[in-house]
């Protein structure tokens, strides 16, 4: 209680406070490197390491977070300053832009109820399989690449659609990221739509009904006041190490110490696993936090036998697929999908500061961005659109072993096949099929077709559903161990030809370049306005010129008639003419030089453009007689040959 009320008085009754971190937003507790805008580029710069930003505490759709208006405006700065600076420690509008993604995690306030449980606590959680994600130190959460990356998922396919085809996140990328287990039992079974006596018997808590009468979920607010933390939130101005340890503390006060009275223990265990699951593994978009694995942690001792890393999988899948594309925030483990494109896409959004740390996720350090949200955006969708084919990582782990990963060791006899996973009501599929290349293999062209009824049957409203008989042939599935993913294809030329075929007319893959995407057009612009002002400038020029030898006419008629020297006042108005002409020749001259500069500029990029058609021309001609490799280069290159055609 001691140290409770010293966290207390540090932070202070009225000083501004967030609840959490909020994810996509440069906090001050941010640790990484910060980019600056330059022209239309992304510029770099390392900024001191504080901390690991990021994860926010309670997600929001946009704003501040839930709560976030207890921020306390000085007086002399009007009474929506600090609101302006508010949570992000900087001057920033008051709404946000529309549209900007937010991850819905409550990572940090996770890992402190994680910290704060009872040693014994901890251990069981490490023996479910849950302690190398737990110990992942949160770190800033991109939405902009993660939005990038999002919307070039394809439902049907179940796969990301990029430029040089399809890419699908496998079990190996779960097990070597997330640390979690990918085999093991399938996590299923049988959901309710009255949670009342589990969530009473086993939480202590009371669920909430919806406008149909079912109660599904807990809420939030209630289920954090359960753990100790009720109204905990981060200062904008506090390091998240330093929140983490306090939140920690305060957790630490609510458990039971006491290892024998086990159903206290083991309420309090599943308190914060039904956290974990609803604020960090299994996000939802909504506030509440749903009930749906009360079921299997009914008995805590067979929980670290399911495959939480295939259900982590399933949870993707299901919430990229149900998307319209107008969500304003985003369920599941978002650091995740942003870590599998760091391996497979070097975008230079992260820089690698622990080489050895496993799992993977902890190798890495987000670069932070100070430049809006809408401009990121754009840029990295024109990064991806434009990612040279042969810089793709298709097999990230090929130098690596599987050393200090006993989930990686557990897990290799699924790394390779085509499966269906489980998450409860959320079962998808696993089509490495469709990306054979990330297995050493050559790509064949494979039809596909969205799985029907599955997500329909999924969201129905039965009062009890169990997902075993509900679907026996994908439970079965993956109780044979699904199906070994081989390619009998001799090369991936005819593969890579049938993908520009089938989807190259979307807009996102290879649209037709504008003035802003090519150097050529943007150098025909810039010559087309400079023509422009040289017409302008010569045209003023020519004006003045004749106003100066008009006056000097006058002058001279009135100096002769007068038999004098000109007026005192008319000798200024000259200079300031002679000055206004001298000014408009420097122009002039200024203006032809920059003309022909981009004259040149434009000629060489045209013969450059030309030069690259012939060649390409040349390469297609000669294909029978060009190794395998350099065939399928041949093949990559044809899909930039549109696009230069259309310059």
């Not at 306030?109 to 069981?124: C, I, M, S």
């Not at 026996?472 to 520009?500: C, K, M, T």
């Not at 006058?554 to 000055?579: C, I, K, M, N």
Request: aromatic share 8%; charged share 25%.
């Amino acid at each position: 209680m001691e140290k409770r009320a010293v966290a207390k008085r540090r932070r202070g009754p009225t000083e501004a406070t967030v609840e959490g971190a909020v994810e996509g937003t440069p906090a001050s507790s941010s640790g990484g490197s910060t980019e600056v805008v330059v022209g239309t580029e992304l510029a770099l710069v390392p900024a001191a390491e504080g901390g690991g930003g990021g994860d926010g505490g309670s997600g929001g759709n946009g704003g501040a977070p839930e709560g976030a208006a207890e921020v306390t405006a000085e007086e002399e700065e009007g009474p929506w300053a600090a609101q302006r600076r508010g949570w992000q420690g900087r001057d920033l509008p008051v709404r946000p832009d529309t549209g900007i993604m937010r991850p819905r995690t409550m990572w940090p306030l996770v890992v402190a109820t994680y910290q704060g449980l009872p040693d014994f606590q901890k251990e069981r959680v490490r023996e479910m399989g849950f302690g190398s994600i737990l110990e992942i130190e949160p770190f800033f959460i991109d939405p902009p690449l993660i939005q990038a990356v999002r919307e070039r998922w394809d439902r049907a396919s179940r796969a990301f659609l990029f430029p040089w085809g399809h890419m699908v996140p496998s079990l190996e990328d779960v097990a070597r990221i997330t640390g979690l287990r990918v085999n093991g039992e399938a996590m299923t079974g049988v959901t309710y739509a009255d949670y009342t006596d589990l969530a009473q018997d086993l939480l202590g808590l009371e669920p909430h009904g919806d406008y149909l009468g079912d109660r599904r979920v807990v809420g939030r607010v209630t289920l954090l006041g359960s753990l100790g933390l009720a109204k905990v939130r981060q200062r904008a101005d506090e390091l998240l190490p330093d929140f983490v340890e306090w939140a920690a503390g305060l957790a630490r006060a609510a458990y039971g110490l006491d290892r024998t009275e086990t159903g206290r223990v083991d309420r309090d265990l599943r308190r914060f696993l039904v956290f974990f699951f609803g604020k960090m593994l299994f996000t939802s978009k909504g506030d509440g936090i749903h009930c749906r694995f009360l079921e299997i942690l009914g008995d805590l001792g067979r929980a670290g036998r399911y495959a939480w890393g295939a259900a982590l999988l399933a949870h993707t899948f299901a919430d990229l697929s149900t998307g319209t594309g107008r969500e304003t925030t985003v369920g599941r483990f978002t650091p995740f999908l942003q870590v599998w494109s760091y391996h497979y896409l070097p975008l230079g959004r992260a820089t690698m500061v622990h080489p050895d740390a496993m799992p993977l996720a902890r190798r890495w350090l987000p670069l932070v961005s100070t430049a809006t949200y809408t401009f990121q955006l754009e840029v990295l969708r024109q990064h991806v659109r434009d990612f040279p084919a042969l810089l793709v990582v298709w097999e990230p782990y090929a130098d690596q072993g599987d050393v200090d990963q006993p989930w990686v060791v557990s897990g290799r006899p699924l790394f390779r096949r085509d499966i269906w996973v489980h998450c409860l009501n959320e079962i998808e599929p696993l089509r490495l099929r469709l990306a054979a290349r990330t297995l050493g293999l050559h790509q064949g062209w494979c039809e596909e077709t969205e799985p029907r009824g599955i997500g329909k049957k999924t969201r129905g409203k039965a009062k009890r559903v169990d997902w075993r008989t509900r679907f026996p042939e994908q439970y079965a599935d993956w109780q044979r161990g699904g199906q070994l993913v081989e390619s009998d294809a001799p090369d991936s030329i005819a593969y890579l030809q049938r993908f520009q075929e089938e989807y190259g007319h979307r807009d996102f893959m290879r649209p037709e370049r504008d003035g802003r995407n090519t150097l050529i057009d943007q150098l025909q612009g810039q010559l087309a306005s400079t023509e422009v002002q040289l017409i302008e400038a010569r045209a003023a020029l020519e004006t003045l010129r004749a106003a100066q030898l008009t006056g000097g006419r006058a002058d001279t008629e009135s100096a002769s008639s007068s038999r004098g020297a000109p007026a005192p006042e008319v000798a200024p108005l000259q200079q300031q003419l002679s000055a206004a002409v001298e000014r408009a020749e420097r122009a002039e001259r200024d203006l032809l030089a920059r003309s022909e500069e981009l004259r040149d500029a434009l000629a060489r990029e045209t013969d450059t453009a030309a030069e690259l058609t012939q060649l390409r021309s040349q390469l297609t001609q000669r294909g029978p007689e060009l190794p395998r490799e350099v065939a399928e280069l041949q093949a990559l290159l044809s899909l930039e040959r549109r696009d230069l055609e259309r310059q």
